[in-house]
């Protein structure tokens, strides 16, 4: 019998079927110095968001683009603290923000021509003449503005990656939330999409003789897989992080040697963070595999039942593609997703 499918997995499954050895991206036509059509298609974009310390968004910052230290273009960050600019030429560029009872920000970058850079957000560290601080935000209103974020980050704009939170101190999740990015990725139609995949391979290859051929045999493949996926993202993703308030997400570590980072992945699929912001032993994850693999002998034939050694066969090595999938998180998917490149600027 299969393990079942986790969040990660998809990820790194999808990844493996749809990533190739070239990197798709838009092609521009090497710009003349006499044509202006060719370097207006050159130009790209640039858009980010503004947070506070505690990851709640400041509307109103003032954000200046300056190319070579000349000022080109100024806006200010809206409602949810997010700033765009656009016709940006191609080349390195500078970024000030500066915001009421915060210390000014800079950050710098390159951009390639025609790119639409899309920066993680940027944190503005509290103004030293500074001695209150204004916390009326609730966290949970900092979470749901963090899950938007989440909830729009696909690699290669195709596959969902909802359990990555970039944002090294995020606001700890409530049970609510935690039950919606679960909702969220099992209903996602990569998520059906790659079940169907998964069960038309299983069918043509013989796998689960019990489930017989046809419409019928597919339909119980693909009824079978989507338990896993449903069991293994609710249990490991929800209900058990609710119970015993863990986080259910992989926060990315981005910096430091490789050697720190791949031991920092691989842990933590045993180690996650608490609602408390403390790292713990990842409960959460080892019993939802458990539990899904215990559900998961109520719907597969017969002969494929195994009991309990199989259970526990099956979280050992749902433990083990946990690990992989970090590593893929860690080192991999940041290249493939343009649209959520891991930057951010140190205070």
């Not at 003032?62 to 080349?91: M, R, W």
């Not at 998961?296 to 526990?312: K, V």
């Amino acid at each position: 019998m299969l393990s079942r499918s986790s969040p990660g997995l998809i990820v790194l499954l999808g990844m493996l079927v749809l990533a190739s050895p070239c990197r798709a991206q838009v092609l521009e036509a090497p710009a003349s110095p006499t044509n202006n059509s060719s370097a207006a298609q050159a130009a790209g974009s640039i858009r980010g968001t503004v947070i506070d310390p505690s990851g709640a968004v400041i509307a109103g910052a003032q954000v200046t683009l300056s190319i070579n230290g000349q000022q080109v273009q100024q806006t200010k960050s809206g409602d949810h603290g997010e700033f765009s600019f656009s016709n940006v030429p191609a080349g390195s560029f500078q970024l000030t923000i500066d915001a009421t009872g915060f210390a000014p920000q800079k950050f710098s970058d390159n951009l390639e021509p025609g790119q639409s850079d899309n920066l993680l957000p940027i944190m503005l560290s509290i103004g030293e003449a500074i001695t209150s601080v204004n916390v009326g935000v609730p966290q949970v209103e900092v979470a749901q503005e963090q899950i938007k974020i989440e909830e729009q980050q696909r690699v290669l704009g195709i596959v969902p990656n909802f359990y990555v939170s970039y944002i090294p101190d995020a606001a700890p999740l409530d049970g609510r939330q935690k039950f919606q990015l679960a909702l969220r990725t099992v209903i996602d139609p990569f998520t059906l999409l790659f079940v169907a995949a998964v069960a038309g391979v299983q069918q043509e290859q013989g796998h689960f003789e019990g489930y017989g051929t046809g419409p019928q045999g597919y339909g119980k493949r693909y009824g079978a897989n989507y338990g896993d996926t449903l069991t293994g993202t609710f249990f490991g993703g929800a209900v058990f992080p609710w119970l015993l308030k863990q986080d259910p997400r992989y926060f990315y570590k981005g910096t430091g040697g490789f050697g720190s980072r791949l031991y920092y992945a691989i842990s933590r699929s045993v180690i996650t963070k608490g609602d408390n912001k403390r790292w713990q032993p990842n409960y959460s994850a080892v019993l939802g595999d458990l539990a899904s693999g215990g559900i998961s002998n109520l719907y597969y034939p017969a002969e494929d039942r195994h009991g309990a050694g199989l259970t526990f066969a099956n979280a050992a090595l749902g433990l083990a593609s946990g690990a992989a999938s970090n590593v893929f998180q860690e080192f991999v998917v940041p290249k493939f997703m343009p649209k959520h490149k891991k930057k951010q600027s140190q205070p």
